[in-house]
T-cell receptor, first 114, second 117 residues
Framework: DGGITQSPKYLFRKEGQNVTLSCEQN?????MYWYRQDPGQGLRLIYY???????QKGDIAEGYSVSREKKESFPLTVTSAQKNPTAFYLC?????????????FGPGTRLLVL | AQSVAQPEDQVNVAEGNPLTVKCTYS??????LFWYVQYPNRGLQFLLK??????LVKGSYGFEAEFNKSQTSFHLKKPSALVSDSALYFC???????????????FGSGTRLQVQP
């Protein structure tokens, strides 16, 4: 899992509650990504950020929000608008601009709804 | 648009036998192709990638993959499977012409490899 940490490992959300998933990297990577993993569906992109203070929506951004105030941190908030949040959430990072940049993944956070 | 297909949900192989996990892709230009492995409740680990050059790419843990442009395939292979290779394998693609603001990978749905002792 390299130099990417995600916390917590498990997270429980109550109805109507916003929760925040942490992602930190010490690889000095410019780009960071959030993916959602559901059984049998592979990984789907939620948000990505190529540089500090800038981020873009991915394929399934509705009900999620992010911030990128520091190069090493890219927290994801799952809002109450996300009606089906139960999933495994994976954060990744890469060297932006490298022609063959490889994404490296954190260990993941499993979000469950109470 | 870019897409990846992994046609097999599960592959079963006996220990010591060769294994193949299939992947086909679709991009408008030329692809960058990746294989990742995932163990239960863990993040994805990078195995290997194809950028350009030799069509046979060697990666971690004895795995290799063959890029076939005419068949738009990038199958993962290993000459002799180990029980410890049992995991979920993902193929991913990125179009090399993707603009700088869209470098995220597109993943296949994954193939579960089960190696029997």
């Amino acid at each position: 899992d390299g130099g990417i940490t995600q916390s917590p490992k498990y997270l429980f959300r109550k109805e109507g509650q916003n929760v925040t998933l942490s992602c930190e990297q010490n690889l000095n990577h410019d780009a960071m990504y959030w993916y959602r993993q559901d059984p049998g569906q592979g990984l789907r992109l939620i948000y990505y950020s190529q540089i500090v203070n800038d981020f873009q929506k991915g394929d399934i951004a509705e009900g999620y929000s992010v911030s990128r105030e520091k190069k090493e941190s890219f927290p994801l908030t799952v809002t109450s608008a996300q009606k089906n949040p139960t999933a495994f959430y994976l954060c990744a990072s890469s060297i932006a601009g490298a022609r063959q940049e490889t994404q490296y993944f954190g260990p993941g956070t499993r979000l469950l709804v109470l | 648009a870019q897409s990846v297909a992994q046609p097999e949900d599960q592959v079963n192989v006996a220990e010591g036998n060769p294994l193949t996990v299939k992947c086909t892709y679709s991009v408008s230009g030329n692809p960058y192709l990746f294989w990742y492995v995932q163990y239960p409740n863990r993040g994805l680990q990078f195995l290997l990638k194809y950028i350009t050059g030799d069509n046979l790419v060697k990666g971690s843990y004895g795995f290799e993959a063959e890029f076939n442009k005419s068949q738009t395939s990038f199958h993962l292979k290993k000459p002799s499977a180990l029980v410890s290779d049992s995991a979920l394998y993902f193929c991913a693609v990125r179009d090399i012409r993707a603009d700088t603001g869209r470098r995220a990978l597109t993943f296949g749905s994954g193939t579960r490899l089960q190696v029997q002792p």
